[in-house]
Structures are given as structure tokens and as C-alpha cells.
């Protein structure tokens, strides 16, 4: 009984943490901007090369519209980029500096990290762009 009501009070809850209805919450879970509770995509799996970026065309709990306008995520190449910069600099800094690799093995170091996150940038990209157009609405939770 005491092991059941330890888990139910150590049980991470992200309403709890205040972190549900702030841009945050939905980059990073990949949620609906707008109710924060539908998918945006259609596989959890990133790694899913063929499935990556395939996306539902509205959201399943509150019927938002994703894609706005024809190519709407061209501009998520943009936050891409920025994305790709700040992972190679934090790769960088750990190789270089708190390992203590050489120039050349911290290239690799670089490369192997963009190569390795890739799918995860190309998402967490269009979610950053997405919410960058979207506000979340607590009537459609």
C-alpha cells in the first residue's frame, strides 16, 4: 500500500509543474500549440527516417489547422539552422574543452552530433516555427 501511494505522489505531472499551456510544453512534446493535448505527428518515433515529418493535417482533439498556407515549414529551415548551430556549439564546447579532444576529433565530435539529432532538430524546428503562430487557447483543453 505504501509503495502505491509513493508512486501516486512522486508521479511527475506536467499540469502540476505549470509547464502545460506554455510554448515549452508543446515544443517539446510535439502537442497542438493550441489545446496542447492532440499530436502533431503521426509517429512518436523520430528516428522513423520514412516518418519523420509526416504530420497529421489537423489536430485530432481541437481540429486546428496546421499547415497554414502552402509551404508553410519552409520557414522552419531558418530555426533549423539556429537549432543545428546551438547543438554543434554545445558539442564543441563538450569535446574541446571539458574532454579535452584535439581540432580534429572535435570535428568529428560535431559532425556525429548533427548527424545523430537530426531528426530531433528537423522536429523540434517545426515546432518551435509552428508555435511561433500559434497561442494556446485553455477553452479547447
Known amino acids: 500500500m505504501l509503495k502505491f501511494v509513493l508512486q501516486k505522489k512522486c508521479k511527475f505531472n ?19 500549440p493550441v489545446c496542447h493535448t492532440g499530436e502533431m505527428y503521426k509517429t512518436h518515433n523520430a528516428y522513423k527516417f520514412s516518418e519523420t515529418l509526416e504530420m497529421h493535417e489537423r489536430c485530432l482533439h481541437c481540429n486546428t489547422k496546421f499547415k497554414i498556407e ?11 539552422y539556429a537549432v543545428g548551430v546551438a547543438v554543434a556549439v554545445a558539442a564543441f564546447i563538450i569535446a574541446y574543452f571539458f574532454i579535452g579532444l ?4 572535435t570535428f568529428f565530435v560535431i559532425t556525429g552530433a548533427l548527424v545523430a539529432l537530426l531528426p530531433f532538430i528537423l522536429r523540434i524546428s517545426r515546432n518551435i516555427w509552428i508555435n511561433m ?6 477553452g479547447k483543453v
Open 133 to 138: 503562430f500559434f497561442k494556446f487557447d485553455e
Open 102 to 105: 584535439n581540432r580534429l576529433h
Open 70 to 80: 502552402p509551404s508553410f515549414f519552409y520557414g522552419a529551415m531558418y530555426v533549423s
Open 14 to 32: 506536467h499540469k502540476s509543474m505549470g509547464l502545460k499551456g506554455s510554448k515549452m510544453y508543446s515544443i517539446f512534446t510535439g502537442t497542438c
